[in-house]
């Protein structure tokens, strides 16, 4: 999850691609066999994805994404909250300030979130190009990321599972005919 973490706050404080954070927490997160939609590292992957929302304008997912995100941190465990290297009183008053600008439909402006000291080394260590981007990207493949990338294998397994299917009911049909 270490790993995960960095990557995550690397993507989502320079190059603001709020859609891969979300994807790198995701996957990882899920690496856990006992993982719960309660766990702290769900604020993270929920502010990710209102984040997106925001800077495309759609409020009502933002809204709820940032109220989710808020729900999650403030009942985690002590503990896990600390997996996450934030000043966690700080995150959750950024993420109060972020529902308040939704709900009043400000324009959406990049967040750093309060990473402590211990997790911003390792980024400038691991990323020696680390710093956070004040100005929202442009760049249209991230900032409409969900329309535009590359679904074949997607849809080339939701095509190999639909031809699977109608495989099997062939063959049950077959069997009550027989």
């Known amino acids: 999850m270490e790993q995960a973490l960095i990557q995550f706050y690397y993507q989502f404080h320079k190059n603001q691609h709020y859609f891969l954070c979300h994807d ?10 006992d993982y719960s939609k309660q766990d702290a590292v769900v604020s993270l992957i929920l502010c990710a994805t209102a984040c997106y929302h ?7 997912g933002a809204i709820k994404s940032f109220n989710k995100a808020k729900q999650v941190i403030t009942y985690a465990s002590r503990k896990d909250q600390m997996t996450l290297h934030l000043d966690i009183a700080m995150y959750i008053q950024l993420l109060e300030m972020q529902i308040d600008r939704v709900e009043q439909q400000l324009p959406f402006i990049p967040i750093q979130l309060p990473i402590n000291i211990q997790m911003l080394n390792q980024l400038e260590l691991t990323f020696p190009d680390y710093y956070f981007m004040s100005t929202p990207v442009k760049n249209e493949n991230i900032v409409h990321h969900h329309l535009l990338r590359d679904r074949s294998e997607v849809e080339l397994a939701r095509q190999a599972a639909l031809e699977e299917r109608h495989y099997k009911i062939k063959d049950i049909n077959n069997k009550k005919d027989q």
């Open 54 to 60: 925001y800077r495309r304008r759609n409020f009502k």
């Open 24 to 33: 790198i927490l995701e996957e990882a997160w899920k690496e856990n066999n």
